[in-house]
C-alpha cells in the first residue's frame, strides 16, 4: 500500500443472480479497485438473488444506514446494475440517495461516474424530474383504464373505498367500516377534532382500520373527502348511503375553515411546457384536457398572446398528443443516460446552445443598456444643475 494515499473506509457491494457463479470473482476485482485506490475495505455486503424477482432494497436501506452513521464513505459495486436491476430510473434514485447520505459510489465498470462530479447535481435533478414525471403518467394511464371499467358500470377492481367490500361489481356496505366512517365523520365536524387528532383518538380507543392497523391521519383525510359515502361514487358506481348530506356539509365547512393548514399541492411540470415554440418563438402549453388526452399547444396559437398581438398573425404550429411526444423524449433520455458520453456531449452542445443564446440576448440588450446610461448620464446633468440652482426643484 502506498503510504501517501490517505486511506478511507470502504464498503463493497456484491451481487450476483443464482444463475450465476460465486460472489468471489466480483470481490476479488473490487479488494484489487480497493488498494489501488486506497480504500480499506471494512464491510462486504453479498447478495444472491434471483434474476427475475429478487429485490435487495432492505440491503440497500440497511448500506445507507450503515453509511450514514459512519462506517464507511465508498462503496464499490462492480457495476451500476448490480445496484439496481429495475430500469436505468430506478439505479439513479440510487445514485440520489447514495449522495444524500454522503457516501461516493465507485463503479468497476463505469469509472466515468467519478469524472462526473460536476454535472451529478444536474443529473440527479433531471432523474428526480423525469422520476416525477413518469409518475404521474402512470397515474394517468391508470385512472384513464378505470375510467373505461366504471363507464360501462363495473367496479374497476381495486380495493373499495374503506367501507365498503366489492361483491361482483357491486359496492356492498361492510357494517363495522361503515361505523368507523360515521364516527370518524362525527368526531371531525361535530368534535371539532383534527385529523391528528382522530387519528390518536381511535388508536386510544381501540378502533383499528383494515388489517387491524391504526388508521393513518392520511387514510383519515381520505375518509372524509370520499364523495361515496353519500352513494355514488364519482366513476358512477351506486354505493349504500353511510354519511347523509347535513354531516357532509359540516364537515365541508370545517375544511374550508382548515384549509389554510394544509400544505399547497405540489402541480406537476410538464416536460415540454415553457419551452419555445420552433415557429413563432411563442411558450409551449400544456392542456390536460380533463378527461381527454394531454396536449401541447403553442401559445402563439391564440388571440391573445403576445405573437398575435406583435404580428396580427396565429402561430400554425400544430397540437401534439403529449404522450407520443414524451414516449420519444423519454427513450432518447433514457438511451443518452446508458451511454455517458452521449450524455455529456449532449449536455456539452445544450450548454454551448444557451451560452450562444445568451450572447445572442447580450447584444439585442446592448442599445437598450446605452440608452439607459445616456438618461442616466442626463439625469445627472439635471441633478447638477439644479444642486446649482440654475433649475428651480419642483
Ligand atoms: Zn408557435
Redesign the pocket.
Known sequence: MNASKTESRAALWLCVSTGEQSLDPQESALRALAEEQGHCVVTVYGIKRSAWSGSQDDEFVQLLKDGKDGHFTHVLVWSLDRLDRQGVLSTLKKLEQLDDAGINLVSYQERWLDQLSSVRGLLISVIAWVAQWESERRSERVKARKDDLSGRGLWPGGKPPYGYTNEEGVLVKVDEEARNVELIYSMYADQAMGQRRIEDELWRRGFKGRKGRRFHKNSIHRILNDPTYLGEHPNGVKAPIIVDKEMKSGVEARMRENRHLRPAKSKTVWPLQGMK??????R?SVDSGGSRRRTYY????QKDSG?HMRTGKT???PRLSANDIEDRLLSELTTAMRSPETFITTLDAAISRLEAQEQELATDIGPLIEEIEELNRQLIEIDRARTKGRIPSA
Do not use: D, E, F, Q
Not at 415554440?277 to 411563442?282: A, D, E, H, R
Not at 403553442?298 to 396559437?301: E, K, L, N
Open positions: 415554440c420552433g415557429v413563432c418563438g411563442s409551449i403553442c401559445r402563439g396559437r405573437y402561430c400554425t404550429a
